[in-house]
């Protein structure tokens, strides 16, 4: 069989080696937990002006980009960037082919 002082030795070893590591898992714990920021306080206490001024937020939003979704919004930044670079190169038949692009996006974000 094997040398019992070394069957000792090694699992003298791994016992300490899971110390340590528990120690030190214990240790970033208690760090991120002082390091942690405060918890937002909860809706319920919001207070009527933070109230009132999400409200003008939400109005503002949804005057501003016509009812759109944010998703809407990206893909109509991103055709109108493609056109202009195809503006700028003088390439109309591409700029023809993403006008009809936005225009069925635009109509497609009515409908829904």
Avoid: W
């Avoid at 390091?35 to 999400?54: C, G």
């Avoid at 195809?86 to 591409?94: E, H, I, N, S």
């Amino acid at each position: 069989m094997g040398n019992p002082k070394k069957a000792d030795d090694a699992q003298a070893s791994e016992a300490a080696t899971k110390a340590d590591d528990a120690q030190a898992s214990e240790a970033a714990t208690k760090a991120d937990d002082a390091q942690a920021p405060a918890p937002a306080a909860p809706v319920a206490e919001a207070s009527a002006e933070h109230r009132i001024a999400a409200k003008k937020r939400s109005a503002a939003a949804k005057s501003n980009d016509g009812g759109l979704d944010t998703r809407t919004k990206q893909l109509l930044d991103a055709l109108g960037e493609e056109r202009r670079g195809y503006v700028l190169r003088g390439k109309d038949a591409r700029v023809k082919q993403v006008d009809e692009q936005i225009a069925l996006l635009k109509k497609s974000s009515k409908k829904g």
